[in-house]
């Protein structure tokens, strides 16, 4: 059993993003708080309501969400749980991604399109600025400057803060950063997938935020006898609890945000913090992967 009367997101660390938002490492995704496929109301949009404010009563300071997330539903649960927003709170969002049902997504990265999102998202929050706004994917079918370039115009209007990129490669971060400044890159990254570490690396040195998604991901290694399983076994901590400290340890620019619909399975995530990973069980997650 978890002893949540210690446990903190606090203990994970601090990023500042974009120079000017400190936030504790370990944040919050609220994908799961939808319905199956990310589509539809959640179950029980009661227990919805009590892992966000659970999450935030447990120092979690960074909340990642996106517009398509039911479509609508995260962002409106965020404000029903949340608002008005604690002093410190970060809500990070997104836009650029369409939905036609269940687990179907589109990109449309057409500027009105965006900036349409931008406005709603403000409105479904409840705020007046995004502290951190990412272009959710880039769209193939309009020149990159015209989608980054909106969002730099909604920046200038004050209604973006921040401007971050999602599933992107370290020439396409580039390629926005002559439009505007980027201050996150959030991409599919796990100890079983570590496909986009060339951009962590990249990220890490620029003092750019990496928002790992599906970071509990833990596929053969927690396998009986997968290095997760043994050192779990040794440690008492879950192979889950494993996973999330292995990458707070990875990068001082990584930012989980494991999402969850179970108070219980929040609490053991956030209890990750405590789990200190020495430098020889870091290398052989590293090494098994």
Known sequence: MTDTTTINAAA???????????????????????????????KDPDVAVRVLRRA??????FIDTADSYGPVVAEQLIKKALHPYPEGLVI?????????????????????????????SLRNLGLERID??????????????????????LQDEGKIRHIGLSEVSIEQLQAAQQIAEIVTVQNL???ANRQSEALLDHATEHGIGFIPWFPLATGELAKP????????????????????????????????IPGTSSVAH????????????SDADFEAIAQAA
Not at 95 to 120: H, K, N
Not at 266 to 277: F, R
């Open 56 to 61: 935030v009563e447990l120092g979690v300071d």
């Open 92 to 120: 990070a969002t997104k836009a650029g991604l369409t939905r036609q049902g269940p687990d179907q997504w589109t990109p449309v990265g057409r500027p009105a399109y965006l900036r349409q999102q931008v406005e709603l």
């Open 189 to 191: 990254y796990n100890v």
């Open 132 to 153: 951190l706004l990412q272009l959710h994917r880039i769209d193939p079918e309009v020149p990159l400057e015209d989608q980054v370039g909106e969002l730099k115009k």
């Open 266 to 277: 929040l609490e053991d995530n956030i209890a990750a913090t405590s789990v200190q990973l």
């Open 225 to 256: 006898g997968g290095p997760l399983a043994a050192i779990a076994e040794k440690s008492g901590a879950t192979p889950s609890q494993l996973a999330l400290a292995w990458l707070l340890k990875r990068s001082p620019a990584m930012l989980p």
């Open 12 to 42: 994970s660390g601090s990023f500042t993003i974009g120079g000017d938002l400190t936030v504790n490492r370990l944040g919050f995704g609220s994908m799961q708080l939808t319905g199956p496929g990310v589509w539809g109301d959640p």
